[in-house]
């Protein structure tokens, strides 16, 4: 059955390869980004936010029965905690009284391998708290130490928390929406190609994110997974943070989660 779909940063890399198998199979994608998209809105801003969702309502007529989050930066500067985060939570919160209009609505939004990496703890709780100015003076001040590479993985563990905390409350269980996170490994787009390409960076990546099982991946094989998981399939998993990272988080966490 045809669906209806909004998906976050269509303009490339995943969100662009999931836009296009929805639209393949015949599912209503409404597609957001900076630029080049049906909603053009930058969601670092609360300007931008606001625009999101009243677009949203406008062109679904109120009612949506799927979100997919992709939207996402990995620059060392406050912004990524801006973007990755409260962005994420924003087009989750705002768009989830559409959501909940419909009949077996899904959400997921995607988080990283990198949310398993070393983090900048007082940044994670800042964004967990909600308050956006603590976050983004403390990711500054991650910059200033020379530490700015610590926000990305960091704002990739505060969504995925974010996610746990969230999914089973009266808000979204409750109602039957689901909500869940991707984690992916090293994903051939955009935002990595350039360290990929270098072969000093393509190792330090490769350390980072060992992938035993057939390596980098392209955006279109993480795509068939965010389709299932906000598929009307997919009844009871909620909460979830699914790793599709060719074992990265097996080989970086073993056994460490239990
Ligand atoms: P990408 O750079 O190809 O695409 C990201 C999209 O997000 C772009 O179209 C960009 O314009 C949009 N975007 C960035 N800032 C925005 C803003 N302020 N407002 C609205 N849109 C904005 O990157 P990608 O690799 O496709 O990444 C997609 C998501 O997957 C991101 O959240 C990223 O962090 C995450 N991720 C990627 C990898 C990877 O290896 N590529 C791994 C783990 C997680």
Redesign the pocket.
Known sequence: MSRTYLV??????????TAERLRARGHTVIG??????DIE?????AE?RVTLVARAAELTGGRLDAVV??????AFDP?TI???HF??VATLEGLRPLLAAAEAPRAV??????SVHPADDALVEAALSGDEDAAVATAQAAVDRGEGRVI?GS??QSIARWVRRTAITEDWAAVGITLNA???????????RPMIDNPEMRAVVDSA?PMPLNG??A?EQ?APLLEWLTGAENTHVTGQVVFI?GGADAVLRGEGSW
């Not at 957001?32 to 998209?37: E, I, R, S, T, V």
């Not at 989050?69 to 990995?74: F, L, R």
């Not at 939004?109 to 990198?114: D, G, H, K, Q, T």
């Not at 991707?182 to 990595?192: E, L």
């Open positions: 976050t940063g269509t303009s490339s890399g995943i969100g662009k390869a957001a980004d900076l630029k080049g998209a809105a930058d969601l670092s801003t931008g989050a992709c939207a996402g930066t990995a912004v801006k973007v990755n962005g994420a939004v995607i988080s990283s391998v990198a990305y704002s990739k991707i984690a992916p490994g090293t994903i051939v787009t955009p935002m990595t994110v980098h991946a955006p993480v990272d």
